[in-house]
């Protein structure tokens, strides 16, 4: 069995931490056929199956597998006024016998219903409906279905032990906050932890997917992007059940540490909600969490810290960089700037501690970003409101008719190096438009991509015609909602997913798009922020920052020996640096001072163009310890005590083994 170990380090939480072998999220949408063993659903579900017998009573393995399936009634239960069963339709129980008989398995499946209403009698068809704490079970034991128990009491404090047993455990969708309110603190989610303790898999789809974060978004409320574009605070964030208390909760389940998780991501447009999610949870936690946002009909599957994608969507990863500013003011856009992603469809993996991919498939493509193909110049308004303002992008990822196709923009006005979408909301379309928008880099990544929302605007000017400007626009109802900006400068590899029609059910040709080291804004409200888009590739500008980086400082050149190192003995820990390494030869010292008694923690987080290491070296140059894991992307950590009675001088040093890059930017983190 596993064990996480859980740290907190300058705001980031490092991943390893507590005891579970396998966590499988899925992002919802329809299982396959029962028995189909290419279905997306068996690849992600039977990842619960394959770790086989791990428990049993008292702690021992019996012989069987054994998957308790919670959740809501997945049947549609109905009995006659005696209490004689009518009908029932098996749904997820039915589907995993398929799956275990598949494997050749000794297994058993049970269903137990845990919601929270009563007994109900609907005198229009004559037939009783049981929901919530009900102790009716569904077993499927070699084959046979048979009702266990259907007397309308509370499930039984032996029912619930009874769980505790079982091999593996699996909460289908629902409502995550119901989840909450209704097991947090029981004997229910105590057995849930035995199971996983114990060595036993667990997983989820939608919200029982959602649950498994240890920031849990559970306020019992339908959040959409355009509540959070519009109020960086907005109420829908707040717990229903307890006004004024936040929706994110640590005290769940937290199987996957440092994460939060948004299910049915593109189909629904959650992009926007899921980054309000995220600045709330850093804002509120004090951490640099790490957002999570799975498509319908894929799966995240999660072993330690290894996190691999099966389906037929994506995976979205978001966190924070060095440069990252925030602003969250009640009543106004949110506006979080610089965010780093990686969207990875199957055969990708994704190292959670160091948020990078590790494996790709053997088909990705490098990013080669090339020559932009037009100049910005002249004005440009784009109403968010008005679909026609598609054409006024350079580019225009068209999906009605199908097949997909990347066309130029028809306006005479048109913004130049930028693609993207209006009415980036819209129920019928945001699929489309949220899938679009990163197809069209993977096939120019030398744009840069919009979704503007109903109640914005965006423009430019003649004298900055490369500058982009967000504000409200007051044709719409409500205030502004802010925009999303998605660029691929620093990107460094792409693909393709092996599966068509995602998310657009209706349109067998589109794949979706697989790409790491994407760059996201979100941006509203330039007269008061300050906040606009270069599409010259010199970033964003404002935002204002509710939290910037603590300490942070640039590195300055030339600090390429001992003698010339940037002087930080006077630096108020803990220090954040952000530099680059832009060619072979260069090296980056860094002169430090450490009192006696105590030990300095050193981290670089290292850009994906390079493998660099990081030394720490005596006052005369020697190396007392190294950190030189091999691999482009792959971070460093490093730790040292002054064990004299004195404060010492001491240097740092960065260098690069492999690759440099004048853009990309490395983050030399020192606590003590």
Known sequence: MMTWVRLVLLGVVCLGGWGQSRVVVAGGGAEGADGDTTAWSFKAYSELMTLGDVNGPNGNPDGMLKLAILGPDDFDPCYDAAGTESTVRSGLVNLFRSYAAAMGMNWQVKYFIVEANDLTFDPTDQCYYYSLNVARTIEMAQGTRSVITHNGTQMSTGTIQEIGDYDAIFIKGGDQGDYYDTWNGTLLESKIRQVVNRGGPIGGTSAGAMSQAEFCFAPGKDMISEDVLMDAQTDYMDDASQPSQSGIHRDFLSMVPGVVIDTHFTRRGRLGRLLGILAKTNADFGVNALAVGVDERTAMIVEGNNARVVGNGSVLFVHESANTQRRRVAGQPLVYTNLVAD????????????????????????????????????????????????????????????????????????????AGYTLAGDADTRRYKHEGVFRILYDRPDLSTFLVFENGIIETSSSQPNQVSFRENNYGSGSEAASIVINARNATYKGLSPYSGHPLNDVDTFHATAMTQLQIQVLADSSTTGSVYDLNGAGSGGGGGDDPPPGSISEQESNNSRSTAQDLRN?????????????????????IELEGGKTLTASLTVPSAGDYDLYFMSSSGSTLVRSTSDGYGTNEQLTYRNTSSRTKTYYIEVESYAGSSTTQTYTLQLSK
């Not at 990705?364 to 440009?380: F, I, N």
């Open 343 to 418: 969207r990875l469809t199957e055969g990708w993996s994704y190292n959670l501690n160091t948020r990078s991919w590790s494996t790709k498939p053997s088909n990705t493509q490098a990013v080669v970003l090339p020559s932009p193909s037009a100049t910005p110049s002249g004005s440009v308004l784009i109403y968010g409101d008005l679909e026609t303002q598609n054409s006024k992008f350079e580019k225009v990822g068209q999906y009605d008719p199908p097949p997909y196709s990347l066309v130029n923009g028809t306006a005479s006005t048109r913004l130049a190096r930028a």
């Open 571 to 591: 630096a108020s820990y803990p220090v954040t640096l952000i530099g680059t390494i832009s060619s072979a030869s260069d090296r980056d010292y860094f002169k």
